[in-house]
């Protein structure tokens, strides 16, 4: 019986979660902001990690409660520590840009962060991990096309032009100028502008 009356007092504190947070989201996209930072704060502070996600970003972007980028990243990374993806990405992101730069240890679990994110089909962290393997200090091309290539598969317009931009200079891949003209014509029929001024080039 103890063990029963837990368990209903588990999924009971879960429902209440799932319902703030709802209620929220609702109340966010009706411009009640206040309203909407409050219940996701009540459900984040029961555990629930989509609320939580959801906190990081009423902070960032005050909304509903005072901008503060550290305690954002704070409800972000309590939320990446329950497998959030999404989390896991604004967290990295935080870490790599307001990090002091010499920590080598913030920076790798950054990478690491991202790259979960990106393999739980993120398309943001597929396109900034590209972008990071390649401009990094000793650049692993072939890691960042790996990446720049999931991130395209996801409709980014923007790293299918950086795809073109790989296969016209031989970056991680034989310089292939016909497959790089493909790219920037897809990326170009998606809108980016960069891949217009390639093809007219």
């Known amino acids: 019986l103890e063990e029963a009356a837990f368990q209903l007092q588990q999924i009971f504190r879960i429902d209440i979660s799932i319902a703030l947070n709802i209620l929220g989201i609702e109340s966010m996209r009706a411009g009640h902001y206040g309203i909407a930072y409050t219940c996701f704060k009540l459900a984040a502070d029961r555990g ?8 990081g ?3 960032e972007h005050g909304r509903g409660t005072e901008k503060d980028l550290e305690k954002a ?21 935080y870490l790599l ?6 920590e080598w240890d913030r920076h790798q679990k950054a990478v690491t962060l991202l790259e ?6 993120i398309t943001e962290a ?5 972008v990071f393997y390649m401009r990094g200090l000793q650049p692993k091309e072939k890691r960042g096309l790996k990446y720049l290539l999931l991130a395209a598969k996801n409709g980014d317009a923007q790293s299918r032009y950086h795809v073109g931009v790989c296969y016209e200079k031989g970056l991680g891949v034989q310089q292939n100028l016909a497959e790089a003209m493909k790219h920037y014509r897809q990326s170009a029929a998606a809108g980016n502008r960069n ?3 390639r093809l007219r080039v």
């Open 116 to 121: 979960q994110a990106a393999m739980a089909g």
């Open 126 to 130: 597929q396109a900034y991990l590209g």
């Open 48 to 55: 629930y990690s989509k609320a939580q996600f959801n906190v």
């Open 195 to 197: 891949a217009r001024e």
């Open 97 to 102: 840009r307001h990090g002091p730069e010499s």
């Open 57 to 59: 970003l009423c902070y």
């Open 73 to 93: 990243a704070f409800y972000y990374y309590r939320a990446a520590s329950s497998c959030h993806p999404m989390a896991r990405y604004r967290y990295a992101r």
